[in-house]
């Protein structure tokens, strides 16, 4: 895989070992997902790459990220893009991806913790990048992108095929491009109560 430059320094930048449980420290830069708290998981670092490759990043945009995770994706669309908030719905997830992050020093990056189902209403980004299957296209995101934007998210059922789906915003629409299968856990609605 060719990757470009940006990308390639963001991956140089952002020492994976720092968001991998230390029980996997040793396949920090495996292929496969890793588990992570909370019952996720960890996307392998290529997948990641293809992944930001379609979403095509510049140094002045706003990206949103449903699905924090560790934080390592958000660190690197941090070292890529002017500002990121990445939404988390778990708890102990979101705590421990700000933590990682501010040890970085990516004070561009912020982590919320709230229920990303729907976005995040009312405000307006260049990319929008879902770590979550939706069921269908998740045409709400149309009134979060700014035009000519670009959203990336799985499509299609829980307990069966998804398809990483790029959804650039022409005018009123979204003109939708299927580059790849994957495998990703589904969104759940809300907010954990607990952990």
Excluded at 160 to 184: C, D, H, I, N, W
Aim: aromatic letters at 4%.
């Amino acid at each position: 895989m060719n990757l470009p430059h940006r990308l390639m320094a963001a991956f140089e930048a952002v020492p994976r070992q720092n968001f991998v449980p230390v029980m996997h420290l040793d396949d920090s830069y495996g292929a496969g997902q890793l588990p992570i708290e909370c019952g996720q998981t960890m996307t392998s670092p290529d997948l990641i790459a293809r992944i930001l490759m379609a979403l095509d990043i510049g140094e002045g945009h706003r990206v949103l990220e449903i699905g924090s995770g560790t934080g390592y994706q958000a660190a690197l669309i941090g070292k890529m893009a002017e500002r990121v908030i990445s939404i988390e719905r778990w708890h102990t997830l979101a705590e421990k991806a700000q933590l990682r992050l501010a040890t970085l020093e990516l004070e561009n990056v912020r982590v919320e913790l709230g229920d990303g189902k729907q976005g995040r209403p009312g405000d307006i980004h260049d990319r929008i990048i879902a770590n979550c299957a939706y069921g269908e296209i998740p045409r709400h995101f149309l009134d979060q992108l700014t035009t000519n934007g670009v959203a990336i998210a799985p499509v299609g059922p829980q307990d069966g095929p998804q398809m990483l789906t790029r959804l650039t915003k022409v005018g009123s629409r979204f003109e939708a491009v299927e580059l790849f299968p994957v495998r990703m856990q589904p969104l759940i609605d809300g907010i954990a109560k607990a952990i």
